[in-house]
């Protein structure tokens, strides 16, 4: 029941994405293009460290042992929400809403108290997130070069989750400020996406990846493309002991993101993922 559930909540907004141009309806929203090519992880991780290969780039996470490593879709949903904000209001300085329940419902979240509770889950991982750095590092064979980036999402972040009720105005008082390095990357190269195909795909990591990647793919893509699953593994799930198990995570999820995604095109074959020449899913002027 809950699969259907889920299947129909799927569909119900990639019916209202057609219907309407995410510009149009206000939905317009930004990835960073750093976090596309090499994606956080999406379950939990033991240790403080984790690594994510996209051919020549390799993406590593380094967190506090007292916070530990962000995963999931949360971290997620929060990235895209810095990015488009940062694009929006052209500042690193980002104010979080008046209220806990306000900015939970820019990510497409229902405030819920508890332990296993939407608050204390987007607690947990915004400290995770703003507290990791993130070291990119890129080595190309042919020419022997390489280099390394080290950067952190945000200079500081102060999060005020005690107020008396998550829907009281004024007594959150929230804030990031950026670090320079990452508004600067993502302000420079934006990738757009639909704000509401990330709300429909939050309930998981892999879904909001897969759909981030081949519209980012479809950005630039001059001819089809055959990538092996063993790569794909490498980018996307290199939790998988096996490539086939890989695969077949990766097909159920890329069946959601193709509702809310129609124009992607994709085929599927034994030995990778055939990637066409497509529209991106945001279309016409950016910004």
Not at 87 to 92: A, F, G, L, P, V
């Amino acid at each position: 029941m809950e699969h259907h559930t889920n299947m129909d909540r799927i569909i119900s907004h990639a019916l209202a994405i057609e219907q309407e141009a995410a510009q149009e309806a206000g939905a317009l929203g930004f990835m960073a293009r750093a976090m596309i090519q090499a994606t956080l992880p999406h379950k939990k991780v033991a240790g403080n460290t984790f690594e994510r290969t996209n051919g020549n780039y390799t993406l590593t996470i380094i967190a506090s042992p007292k916070i530990g490593l962000p995963y999931g879709a949360m971290p997620r949903l929060l990235l895209s929400w810095v990015t488009t904000e940062a694009i929006r209001t052209k500042s690193r300085d980002l104010v979080l809403g008046d209220s806990l329940s306000g900015f939970m419902r820019e990510l497409g979240l229902v405030p819920t108290g508890g332990r296993w509770g939407s608050i204390t889950t987007l607690k947990n991982q915004s400290e995770r997130l703003f507290g990791s750095v993130f070291q990119a590092y890129y080595k190309n064979t042919d020419t022997k070069e390489s280099a390394i980036l080290n950067k952190t999402i945000a200079d500081a972040a102060h999060f005020w989750w005690d107020a008396p009720s998550p829907d009281q105005i004024g007594m959150w008082n929230s804030n990031i400020k950026l670090s320079e390095q990452f508004f600067d990357e993502v302000t420079s190269h934006p990738v757009p996406i639909d704000m509401r195909a990330i709300k429909a795909l939050k309930g998981s990591a892999m879904a909001l990846d897969i759909y981030c990647w081949l519209t980012y793919r479809s950005s630039y893509l001059k001819k089809q493309t055959e990538i092996p699953w063993g790569l794909l593994a490498l980018q996307f799930g290199s939790a998988y002991n096996r490539t086939d198990n890989f695969k077949a995570a990766f097909v159920k999820e890329l069946r959601k993101v193709l509702f809310i995604y129609p124009d992607a095109r994709v085929d599927v074959t034994a030995k990778g993922l055939i990637v066409k020449p497509a529209p991106p899913h945001i279309k016409g002027r950016l910004v």
